[in-house]
């Protein structure tokens, strides 16, 4: 069975890297990281991935605009796209039922085994 492919766009390298890592030793993934949100559609569009995890928050590209670039792109628009934020708590992610704009979040800080359980739980909607 091939690896399924897994985007994480983040401008902290200090958090992809890691997250990289842990889900690249798992064996059934092969992931790419961009730290760049101007970049993040140009490396979707070459990477071609199952799932992206999308910071909100970036230096040089707000998360929702390269959502838009996704969306709007016929091939690209039918990746899914989990949000990451540090602007919500997890709690109140519980109160919103875990999406923004109509995509599924996490809340920062989180972890490489919570990233995980997003991960498996949205591939295996696809």
Do not use: C, W
């Given at each position: 069975?091939?690896?399924?492919?897994?985007?994480?766009?983040?401008?902290?390298?200090?958090?992809?890297?890691?997250?990289?890592?842990?889900?690249?030793?798992?064996?059934?993934?092969?992931?790419?990281?961009?730290?760049?949100?101007?970049?993040?559609?140009?490396?979707?569009?070459?990477f071609k991935?199952?799932?992206?995890?999308?910071?909100?928050?970036?230096?040089?590209?707000?998360?929702?605009?390269?959502?838009d670039q996704?969306?709007?792109?016929?091939?690209?628009?039918?990746?899914?796209?989990?949000?990451?934020?540090?602007?919500?708590?997890?709690?109140?992610?519980?109160?919103?039922?875990?999406?923004?704009?109509?995509?599924?979040?996490?809340?920062?800080?989180?972890?490489?085994?919570?990233?995980?359980?997003?991960?498996?739980?949205?591939?295996?909607?696809?």
């Amino acid at each position: 069975m091939p690896k399924r492919r897994i985007l994480i766009v983040d401008d902290e390298p200090d958090f992809t890297r890691p997250i990289r890592e842990y889900l690249e030793r798992t064996g059934a993934y092969d992931v790419k990281e961009e730290n760049r949100g101007a970049q993040a559609f140009y490396t979707a569009q070459a990477f071609k991935p199952d799932l992206i995890l999308l910071d909100i928050m970036m230096i040089d590209m707000d998360g929702s605009e390269v959502a838009d670039q996704l969306r709007a792109d016929e091939e690209l628009s039918k990746i899914p796209v989990v949000f990451m934020t540090g602007v919500i708590t997890k709690d109140e992610a519980e109160e919103r039922g875990g999406r923004i704009g109509g995509h599924p979040f996490i809340a920062k800080p989180v972890g490489p085994r919570d990233v995980l359980a997003t991960v498996e739980q949205y591939l295996h909607q696809t």
